[in-house]
């Protein structure tokens, strides 16, 4: 299973490459408001640190729009993946993009039926919003299941990307059934990491060790 990192903040984004667990990376629009600095500029300088996805939320409302974003994007950066909401102009965009070997993300997805249809138009990623739907008491990981089995079921080379991951559960199962790949904010990620039996068990070994006879 790949890891993304969720984020579009540069100093989390290097400390999951540092660790040398940094697969990809997705950002949208909200994240990046949160980070002070013009998108185009915070993008390039996610590419210097990823060198695997960098995914890129298009903003326009219309196909053609769309494409023209996603052909900006992938004339910047080959690793550059375009995200596009799932809603018509952006079916659209998909097809023509996946036609052109330009990659895309179909983000905003909340049920098995939109992601066939994204499969189907020849997106590379589709990216289904657990965390989102967990917060409407739907359990979001049962879109997990059925987009994996759709996948295999006509081997479709579209991945799944699980997205809105809020905790380190939705990790592991998304794990279990086998998706592609798990998009982790930074919080996350620590979470996954810590356990307090191993700061326990570090501790007692440091203080052990001390009590040695030095030689
Ligand atoms: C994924 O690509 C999205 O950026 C993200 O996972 C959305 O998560 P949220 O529902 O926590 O905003």
Known sequence: MKLFIDTANLDAIRRVADL??????????????????PADKLYDEIAKICEGPVNVEAVSQ?????????RAFHKRAPNFVT??????????????????GIPTNVTLVFSPSQG?????????????FIGRLD????????????????????DFDTEVVVASVRHPLH??????????IVTI?????DKLLKHPLTDIGMKKFLDDYAKIPKG
């Open 62 to 70: 219309d196909a053609d729009g769309i494409v023209e974003e996603a």
């Open 83 to 100: 995200k596009i909401p799932c809603f018509e102009p952006g079916l659209k965009a998909v097809r023509q993009l996946a036609e052109e």
């Open 20 to 37: 040398g667990l940094l697969d990809g990376v997705t950002t949208n629009p909200t994240l990046v408001s949160r980070e002070k600095m």
């Open 185 to 189: 904010p930074p919080d996350v990620i």
């Open 116 to 128: 066939l249809l994204i499969a189907k138009a020849g997106a590379k990623f589709v990216s289904p």
């Open 135 to 154: 917060d409407i008491s739907h359990t979001g990981m049962d879109l997990i299941e059925d987009l994996v089995m759709i996948y295999e079921n006509y």
């Open 171 to 180: 990790v592991l199962e998304a794990a279990r059934i086998g998706a592609d």
